[in-house]
């Protein structure tokens, strides 16, 4: 089973309009629907906004549904100049921006025992990124795709001194308010996860007047890669056969010799 969650209903309505043989429950005031979207059992829930309701969903449905693997999806602020509303930004990694131990000695997003930022699962990323071609290669007008660092905080950010900061300090591409809660909550419990964002708006001084504005389609985007990437999601990557592997580094030889012939003759 996939674990899907999504902070508010704009992020989560048009998944769950496809999905078929649907059972709803409630566990801590969060709404979780299971079923089945084109072929493939998945647990979708509303988390609620903010770090603390993005923990407490993802545990449950950890402990509860028991996924293989989580995807969060939804809408954040742009923190480059060139970004444009509905732009799609895939996580390569997440981190807490506002986790502050600077008295101590630590940099900011830092916590004693973690890693400052967490990495998303590599195969999940990139089913994403196939999703975001077979989505909208060819579409005119479609978005741009950007893989980097999303910082999450306890603040909806509207202002270009605090957009600097965050780009500066961690080389994030995009705010918001649950994604890294829900990578340190997967990574504590061992499940791949992945963080998919469109851009509502750029963290400027205009930008809940942005997001209002913006946010229908930005919840569209995330909707057309996420349809395409459910389907994929829990197909496993291919094993590499190692007796194939062997036989061929075998026939070629080991790299590092050859390497060191090459040098050879450029210095003879």
């Not at 005031?29 to 906004?49: F, R, W």
């Not at 990694?93 to 000695?105: C, E, K, P």
């Not at 930022?117 to 741009?144: H, M, Q, R, S, Y």
């Not at 900061?165 to 499940?191: D, K």
């Amino acid at each position: 089973m996939l674990g899907v969650i999504g902070a508010m209903s704009e992020e989560v309505q048009l998944m769950l309009s496809e999905m078929r043989d649907i059972q709803q429950t409630v566990h801590a005031d969060i709404t979780v629907t299971q079923g089945n979207y084109k072929g493939t059992d998945i647990a979708l829930a509303q988390s609620g906004i903010g770090k603390v309701n993005a923990t407490i969903c993802t545990q449950m449905l950890i402990d509860i549904y028991k996924p293989k693997k989580l995807v969060f999806s939804g809408v954040a602020g742009g923190l480059l100049p060139n970004m444009r509303a509905g732009d799609i930004i895939i996580a390569s990694h997440v981190v807490q921006y506002d986790m502050d131990l600077t008295a101590f000695g630590r940099r900011h997003g830092e916590t004693p025992g973690r890693e400052r930022l967490i990495e998303c699962d590599p195969d999940l990323v990139g089913k994403a990124t196939a999703a975001f071609d077979a989505a909208f290669d060819g579409v005119d007008g479609g978005p741009n795709l950007m893989l980097g660092t999303i910082a999450s905080g306890d603040r909806f950010i509207q202002d270009t001194g605090t957009q600097r900061w965050l780009q500066r300090e961690f080389a994030a591409l995009a705010a918001e308010m649950e994604g890294a809660a829900v990578g340190y909550t997967c990574y504590l419990n061992g499940l791949p996860f992945a963080v998919i964002r469109a851009l509502s708006d750029a963290s400027s001084e205009s930008a809940s007047d942005d997001f209002e504005q913006n946010l229908h389609n930005a919840c569209q985007n995330t909707y057309h890669l996420m349809d395409r990437m459910i389907q994929t999601a829990m197909v496993e990557p291919e094993q590499r056969d190692r007796r194939k592997s062997d036989r061929t580094d075998s026939a070629q030889g080991n790299p590092q010799d050859r390497f060191q012939v090459v040098n050879g003759l450029a210095g003879g």
